[in-house]
């Protein structure tokens, strides 16, 4: 596996990059085009790359599946969550007022940073592991194949 | 007949090109027996239909649906509907979602039946079903 | 267009894969120039990154090309251009492309337009409606690509295990 030697080398420059820009991405989303399903994607581009340059071990090894899998629920758990919260408080499900009840727009605000951060943990735990799936089971294959 | 003026034809011109590369997908859905191929119609479809929303929501002279960062909103400016937008940003994300779920079904019916060709699929289920009445027939009433 | 028909024509599924990949970047031009700067990226995203490589995973598992169909392409280009001709028909009743006074720019849309400033005060107007006005559906959404991933999941790597231990059983079927 000592091949592909501008590939390794430009992968891992980027693979960083990407994830900033994934976080940026995420962040930003309120004020540029961007939220939560693209940098949600994004950030599993980051790991899928790594994993196709290098090998899926080496990727398990920093994000491991039983984490992935953890991930994938706990972000449909804190956008339902935010929802239930604003209902217990006394408000309508989702209704983001109740985050900061003197100041609603920034209670919106909040919501919507909260919200956007379970789709962005989900989608990209959900990529992340279609890919491990489908990875886990192909047979190596040699660079003559293609 | 005095309908199809130049300017109609023009301002429909966009629906029709979408409907032309959703048919080039549902013809691949149909014609084609290859499963993968199969789905990447199926993906073709679903894009035509997407740019079909968004067409809609474009107003004429409109920029996209972004405020100044300071919100100091001018007035004049026209923004295109944001609504079909977020429609299909939320379906775009759903059906890669979709997508990955039917090429692990073809990974599956692969490694069930060794192709995944529709037809030959088909032959092999058929010699299934006639073996297993051949063998099972009379026990489950039916018979040949 | 031309990208399409050399997806119909190809029949090496490797390029295909790339092809589906190069369609997904040039509609995601298509919609920068509609002003949907979201979906753009969305789609240059998803269609060109995670789904070329998820097409590329399954050809790895499957094989890499296609089968002479069996049959004559008469009958599906048949009902495929009497659909499209149904589709062009209803179409005729289409507002205008571009024309603000389009049914579909005078009910909710203009709405949230007026109201997101004050009400939530964020610039960028696509994540207002889809974070908050519009918060169930998105909730819904993320609750769909969840049961999609576990579904994928169960799957390809869920069955594996039971596979194992299921094989002496299949062997024996086969020799007898």
């Known amino acids: 596996m000592r091949h592909h030697l501008i590939l390794r080398v430009i992968t891992k420059l980027l693979v960083g990059m990407i994830m900033l820009f994934a976080l940026y991405v995420q962040f930003h989303g309120d004020y540029s085009p961007g939220g939560g399903f693209q940098a949600g994607v994004i950030m599993a581009v980051a790991f899928i790359l790594y994993g196709l340059v290098f090998s899926v071990g080496q990727v398990q090894q920093v994000f491991p599946p039983w984490l992935v899998h953890k991930l994938v629920a706990l972000g449909v758990l804190i956008y339902a969550g935010t929802g239930v919260y604003s209902m217990l408080t006394g408000y309508a499900f989702l209704d983001y007022g109740a985050l900061s009840p003197d100041h609603p727009e920034h209670g919106q605000h909040w919501g919507i940073l909260l919200v956007e951060a379970g789709v962005g943990i989900t989608v990209t735990a959900v990529m992340v592991s279609i890919h491990y799936a489908f990875v886990g089971r192909t047979p190596m294959i040699s660079d003559e194949e293609w | 007949m005095d309908q199809f003026t130049l300017p109609f034809i023009i301002g429909h011109l966009n629906y029709w090109l979408f409907t032309l590369l959703m048919m080039t997908g549902l013809y691949i859905v149909v014609a084609k027996g290859n499963l993968v191929k199969k789905i990447v119609g199926l993906n073709m479809f679903q894009t035509s239909v997407f740019m079909l929303y968004i067409s809609m929501g474009k107003v004429t002279g409109g920029t996209a649906p972004i405020f100044p960062i300071d919100m100091q909103i001018d007035p004049d400016v026209v923004y295109s509907n944001p609504l079909p937008h977020v429609l299909i940003l939320t379906a775009i994300v759903v059906g890669i979602a979709t997508t990955a779920l039917g090429l692990a079904l073809i990974v599956r019916i692969r490694e069930e039946y060794h192709t995944i060709e529709e037809g030959l699929i088909q032959k092999i289920e058929l010699e299934k079903a006639t073996r297993e009445i051949r063998e099972f027939g009379e026990v489950m009433g039916g018979g040949e | ?176």
Request: no cysteine; charged share 15%.
């Open chain 3, 1 to 176: 267009m031309v990208n399409a028909i050399a997806v119909v024509r190809t029949r090496s599924l490797f390029a295909v894969a790339m092809l589906s990949g190069a369609f997904s970047l040039l509609s995601a031009l298509l919609f920068v120039t509609l002003d949907a700067v979201d979906v753009a990226f969305t789609e240059a995203a998803v269609g060109g990154g995670i789904s070329t490589v998820l097409l590329l995973g399954t050809l790895a598992l499957t094989t890499r090309f296609e089968r002479h169909a069996e049959h004559s392409p008469f009958l599906p280009l048949f009902v495929v251009i009497v659909t499209g001709a149904a589709i062009i028909y209803g179409t005729l009743d289409m507002p205008n492309f571009g024309d603000p006074s389009a049914p579909v720019h005078q009910h909710v849309g203009p709405d949230y337009l007026a109201r997101s400033p004050h009400e939530i005060g964020v610039p960028n107007v696509v994540t207002a409606i889809l974070a908050s006005y519009r918060g169930y559906d998105t909730m819904g959404e993320t609750a769909v690509v969840f049961a999609a991933g576990i579904g994928v999941m169960v799957l390809l790597s869920g069955l594996r295990r039971r596979r194992r231990r299921d094989g002496s059983i299949e062997d024996r079927e086969e020799d007898g």
